[in-house]
């Protein structure tokens, strides 16, 4: 029998993926969670196990293509295996990949069409209150501009412009939250979502996921516009050019920094702190750290542990923005940039409150490599609560980085150099490092970030945990 | 170079247009001895001579008759109202003779009808109306309201150029609050063309006459508010240019229409339905009016301050629809 395999869901809030690269061929034999293709969503890039062990039949969606969640890109015969209809389980390899986050109210929509026959492979689902917000399938293109009813019932507000810029760029309103009197969807509004600005704002123009040739439904919508909208229009194409089309990784990141840009007023506070303390700290250490517990002995996990004391003492600096509520969070979640090849992500070390030393150090090293590795799972990327960057890495001095949504702060480490510092009207060499604190200034005010800054130095330049 | 005054540009029209073309000649009353109640004809008697600048009895009928009769004759009368109001009285021959003897006999009237018009000088009821509007609906005329000196000029010698009947207003409150620089040559301005006086990408206030004046000082304070409003100023309200109030709807996907007319059956209305027939899916708010309060022109300037529409009115509605 042959069993279909899905585009998986990789988050509540994802509705399509693209296939990065296929590990198998047809005709090539595959085993039941074995690695079978790679995929770039909005939050993850992910490796996906096969559903099943047999042979691979047919891969139904190229390299480069995106398309909707639960389309079947590709079949798999299964020889004496249960059929695809009987098993719909496996076919949401997201499940099998150890997602356990995925809430069971987000499979109702998914796991009714899956016994369809294969012809409707990317089915409409039910108007649902399951998936979170109205589901963007709901409303094919055609009914785009007479559409005022959102699926759960409320009534759009729009204009006679923006119903018509919706229905020819395939646009639901559904999808776009309005910023005009009255929560109104203004012409503003809906070029943003057009320019790609918004959170959602493409309805696949026909659901045809399973033509290899298909529309690529998520180029028309691709982030690329998100930096274009914030930069006067000019002429860019003249002489000689290349055009590089953005990654979906690319595309994000780059939505990700408008936005939060957009959304809160940045203030930076910079600081210094003296590492010499723990550069000795760490090189007294570092022989025995690696060969006792075989990994590197980085300054990482220093700085974390100090802004893990001092988000303890600041919980306003731990925190999130709902509209006009302030969540501070009970846990210490640490988003830590990690730059790659082809991008960026920030995975995040959880609990860091609850991790001694070594498992900072462990924590931090496991999730670089998976990064690297493209190993990360949706929930690494998830729940964070403070970021932690490091420019330092490539040798600046300093950075002033962009806050990592939802958080209302981050912290960047410059390089750490040997300084001429002044100690008791003395000059003294000194390991330094710059120190840069880029906060949201609707929740955190100078005073409380300053004192924050103050803490985590105090904390570093005053080390006496013992890190073997 | 000399500052020109509206009403200096309206006498230098006159004065140019009888110099350039021995049928052109004035009446009404008062216009010849007195040089006219707002001296829009001084000097014109003594350079031209009595039969060419006629003083008439109080007979807006009389004058506009006599125009009419002149106008079959090969000349080319322009006819001064002494305020507009009183055009009123020559209504039936405009409405029913003017209008249509083109139409009805092959037999075109080419004559001005001018008058001081509009408020703002505590005028009171008699002398401060804008009844451009009955005229607009009357077709077979040709209505012009400019809102600038270069723009007076230039469009009354056009009107008398003209071989259609056109009526022209003249706002009595610019005759001598605005001047600007006039050039030495011959020059007209087409009639039937609006212009954009200021552009800007989130409304369009289209108006005509002294509010024109009133809404670019809207637009430059909600300018500093960081709202950019197009100030459209039509000059010809008949016939209207369509085009150019599409166009910048088009543009900015909003309406504000603003004149000193009263508000029921003002050109707003009409300009509403145009945009709404030809633009609709262009919209992206409601066409919103800042107009006169439907009564007469109150004479209590306090009163008078309260029905006319000014720039603190048209900044407050453009407000509100910039933000819908």
Same mark, same amino acid.
């Given at each position: 029998?042959?069993?279909?395999?899905?585009?998986?869901?990789?988050?509540?809030?994802?509705?399509?993926?693209?296939?990065?690269?296929?590990?198998?061929?047809?005709?090539?034999?595959?085993?039941?969670?074995?690695?079978?293709?790679?995929?770039? /969503?909005?939050?993850?890039?992910?490796?996906?196990?096969?559903?099943?062990?047999?042979?691979?039949?047919?891969?139904?969606?190229?390299?480069?293509?995106?398309?909707?969640?639960?389309?079947?890109?590709?079949?798999?015969?299964?020889?004496?295996?249960?059929?695809?209809?009987?098993?719909?389980?496996?076919?949401?390899?997201?499940?099998?990949?150890?997602?356990?986050?995925?809430?069971?109210?987000?499979?109702?929509?998914?796991?009714?069409?899956?016994?369809?026959?294969?012809?409707?492979?990317?089915?409409?689902?039910?108007?649902?209150?399951?998936?979170?917000?109205?589901?963007?399938?709901?409303?094919?293109?055609?009914?785009?501009?007479?559409?005022?009813?959102?699926?759960?019932?409320?009534?759009?507000?729009?204009?006679?412009?923006?119903?018509?810029?919706?229905?020819?760029?395939?646009?639901?309103?559904?999808?776009?939250?309005?910023?005009?009197?009255?929560?109104?969807?203004?012409?503003?509004?809906?070029?943003?979502?057009?320019?790609?600005?918004?959170?959602?704002?493409?309805?696949?123009?026909?659901?045809?996921?399973?033509?290899?040739?298909?529309?690529?439904?998520?180029?028309?919508?691709?982030?690329?516009?998100?930096?274009?909208?914030?930069?006067?229009?000019?002429?860019?194409?003249?002489?000689?050019?290349?055009?590089?089309?953005?990654?979906?990784?690319?595309?994000?990141?780059?939505?990700?920094?408008?936005?939060?840009?957009?959304?809160?007023?940045?203030?930076?506070?910079?600081?210094?702190?003296?590492? /010499?303390?723990?550069?000795?700290?760490?090189?007294?250490?570092?022989?025995?750290?690696?060969?006792?517990?075989?990994?590197?002995?980085?300054?990482?996990?220093?700085?974390?542990?100090?802004?893990?004391?001092?988000?303890?003492?600041?919980?306003?600096?731990?925190?999130?923005?709902?509209?006009?509520?302030?969540?501070?969070? #009970?846990?210490?979640?640490?988003?830590?940039?990690?730059?790659?090849?082809?991008?960026?992500?920030?995975?995040?070390?959880?609990?860091?409150?609850?991790?001694?030393?070594?498992?900072?150090?462990?924590?931090?090293?496991?999730?670089?490599?998976?990064?690297?590795?493209?190993?990360?799972?949706?929930?690494?990327?998830?729940?964070?609560?403070?970021?932690?960057?490091?420019?330092?890495?490539?040798?600046?001095?300093?950075?002033?980085?962009?806050?990592?949504?939802?958080?209302?702060?981050?912290?960047?480490?410059?390089?750490?150099?040997?300084?001429?510092?002044?100690?008791?009207?003395?000059?003294?060499?000194?390991?330094?490092?710059?120190?840069?604190?880029?906060?949201?200034?609707?929740?955190?005010?100078?005073?409380?970030?300053?004192?924050?800054?103050?803490?985590?130095?105090?904390?570093?330049?005053?080390? /006496?945990?013992?890190?073997? | 170079?000399?500052?020109?005054?509206?009403?200096?540009?309206?006498?230098?029209?006159?004065?140019?247009?009888?110099?350039?073309?021995?049928?052109?000649?004035?009446?009404?009353?008062?216009?010849?001895?007195?040089?006219?109640?707002?001296?829009?004809?001084?000097?014109?008697?003594?350079?031209?001579?009595?039969?060419?600048?006629?003083?008439?009895?109080?007979?807006?009928?009389?004058?506009?008759?006599?125009?009419?009769?002149?106008?079959?004759?090969?000349?080319?009368?322009?006819?001064?109202?002494?305020?507009?109001?009183?055009?009123?009285?020559?209504?039936?021959?405009? /409405?029913?003779?003017?209008?249509?003897?083109?139409?009805?006999? #092959?037999?075109?009237?080419?004559?001005?009808?001018?008058?001081?018009?509009? #408020?703002?000088?505590?005028?009171?009821?008699?002398?401060?109306?804008?009844?451009?509007?009955?005229?607009?609906?009357?077709?077979?005329?040709?209505?012009?309201?400019?809102?600038?000196?270069?723009?007076?000029?230039?469009?009354?010698?056009?009107?008398?150029?003209?071989?259609?009947?056109?009526?022209?207003?003249?706002?009595?409150?610019?005759?001598?609050?605005?001047?600007?620089?006039?050039?030495?040559?011959?020059?007209?301005?087409?009639?039937?063309?609006?212009?954009?006086?200021?552009?800007?990408?989130?409304?369009?206030?289209?108006?005509?006459?002294?509010?024109?004046?009133?809404?670019?000082?809207?637009?430059?304070?909600?300018?500093?508010?960081?709202?950019?409003?197009?100030?459209?100023?039509?000059?010809?309200?008949?016939?209207?240019?369509?085009?150019?109030?599409?166009?910048?709807?088009?543009?900015?996907?909003?309406?504000?229409?603003?004149?000193?007319?009263?508000?029921?059956?003002?050109?707003?209305?009409?300009?509403?339905?145009?945009?709404?027939?030809?633009?609709?899916?262009?919209?992206?708010?409601?066409?919103?009016?800042?107009?006169?309060?439907?009564?007469?022109?109150?004479?209590?300037?306090?009163?008078?301050?309260?029905?006319?529409?000014?720039?603190?009115?048209?900044?407050?509605?453009?407000?509100?629809?910039?933000?819908?």
């Amino acid at each position: 029998m042959a069993v279909e395999v899905i585009m998986p869901q990789m988050g509540e809030s994802i509705f399509e993926g693209t296939i990065t690269k296929w590990l198998k061929k047809p005709g090539d034999a595959i085993e039941r969670d074995e690695p079978l293709f790679e995929i770039s /969503t909005d939050k993850v890039d992910a490796e996906i196990p096969s559903p099943a062990a047999g042979v691979l039949k047919e891969i139904r969606v190229e390299e480069g293509k995106t398309v909707p969640i639960q389309t079947v890109v590709a079949l798999i015969e299964a020889p004496g295996a249960q059929s695809g209809a009987a098993k719909p389980a496996a076919t949401r390899p997201s499940e099998t990949a150890g997602r356990p986050a995925a809430p069971v109210k987000a499979q109702t929509p998914s796991s009714q069409p899956s016994p369809r026959p294969e012809q409707r492979p990317a089915p409409v689902p039910p108007p649902s209150p399951a998936l979170e917000g109205p589901a963007p399938e709901a409303a094919v293109p055609e009914e785009a501009d007479e559409e005022t009813v959102t699926s759960d019932g409320k009534r759009i507000r729009s204009s006679p412009l923006v119903r018509r810029l919706a229905r020819e760029n395939r646009i639901d309103l559904g999808t776009i939250r309005g910023t005009g009197a009255g929560g109104r969807i203004s012409k503003k509004d809906v070029l943003a979502a057009i320019s790609g600005a918004a959170d959602r704002p493409v309805v696949p123009p026909h659901p045809q996921p399973a033509a290899p040739s298909g529309a690529p439904v998520a180029e028309a919508a691709s982030a690329h516009a998100a930096l274009e909208s914030a930069l006067p229009r000019e002429r860019i194409y003249f002489g000689r050019y290349e055009v590089q089309p953005m990654s979906v990784m690319r595309q994000r990141i780059a939505e990700h920094m408008v936005l939060s840009k957009r959304v809160s007023p940045h203030v930076y506070s910079i600081d210094e702190a003296d590492m /010499t303390r723990i550069a000795h700290v760490r090189e007294a250490a570092r022989a025995e750290f690696e060969q006792k517990h075989q990994m590197k002995l980085t300054f990482m996990p220093f700085f974390v542990r100090a802004c893990v004391d001092a988000l303890r003492d600041f919980p306003t600096v731990n925190a999130s923005v709902e509209g006009t509520n302030v969540v501070l969070h #009970g846990e210490i979640n640490i988003g830590i940039a990690v730059a790659l090849d082809w991008g960026l992500i920030v995975p995040v070390l959880k609990n860091a409150e609850e991790k001694n030393f070594l498992g900072l150090q462990r924590g931090i090293n496991d999730l670089a490599e998976r990064a690297r590795a493209k190993k990360l799972k949706p929930e690494d990327v998830q729940e964070s609560t403070f970021s932690i960057t490091n420019p330092g890495t490539f040798g600046g001095l300093m950075g002033l980085p962009i806050i990592n949504q939802p958080n209302v702060a981050i912290l960047g480490i410059g390089a750490i150099q040997k300084r001429p510092v002044i100690i008791d009207d003395a000059i003294a060499i000194r390991s330094m490092v710059y120190l840069t604190l880029s906060y949201d200034h609707r929740v955190v005010d100078g005073a409380t970030a300053h004192q924050f800054m103050r803490r985590v130095k105090e904390r570093l330049e005053t080390w /006496t945990e013992d890190v073997l | 170079m000399v500052q020109v005054t509206y009403l200096d540009a309206i006498r230098q029209a006159l004065l140019e247009e009888m110099d350039r073309d021995p049928a052109v000649l004035l009446l009404g009353e008062d216009i010849g001895v007195y040089g006219g109640a707002f001296k829009a004809t001084a000097g014109l008697l003594e350079r031209f001579g009595w039969e060419r600048v006629i003083d008439t009895p109080i007979s807006e009928t009389a004058i506009v008759g006599a125009a009419i009769g002149m106008s079959y004759l090969g000349l080319r009368p322009v006819a001064e109202m002494q305020f507009i109001d009183f055009i009123a009285c020559a209504f039936n021959q405009i /409405t029913n003779f003017v209008a249509k003897s083109h139409y009805r006999w #092959g037999a075109p009237v080419p004559i001005v009808i001018r008058g001081p018009a509009g #408020g703002g000088v505590h005028g009171s009821a008699f002398h401060s109306a804008n009844p451009e509007m009955y005229f607009v609906h009357t077709p077979g005329l040709k209505v012009v309201y400019p809102a600038t000196a270069y723009d007076a000029k230039g469009l009354l010698k056009s009107a008398i150029r003209d071989n259609n009947p056109v009526l022209f207003f003249e706002h009595k409150f610019l005759y001598r609050r605005i001047k600007e620089e006039l050039p030495e040559d011959d020059y007209t301005v087409p009639i039937g063309q609006a212009i954009v006086r200021r552009p800007g990408r989130d409304l369009s206030i289209v108006t005509y006459a002294a509010m024109v004046h009133a809404s670019l000082e809207a637009a430059e304070q909600l300018a500093r508010e960081g709202i950019e409003a197009e100030v459209v100023d039509l000059r010809t309200l008949l016939p209207l240019d369509r085009q150019t109030v599409i166009e910048s709807v088009r543009r900015t996907s909003k309406l504000l229409v603003v004149h000193e007319d009263t508000r029921t059956g003002g050109i707003a209305g009409e300009i509403a339905a145009l945009v709404t027939e030809s633009a609709f899916e262009d919209l992206d708010g409601p066409i919103r009016r800042v107009t006169s309060l439907d009564t007469p022109v109150p004479f209590s300037p306090p009163l008078e301050e309260h029905f006319l529409p000014n720039a603190a009115r048209i900044a407050e509605a453009a407000r509100d629809l910039a933000r819908y």
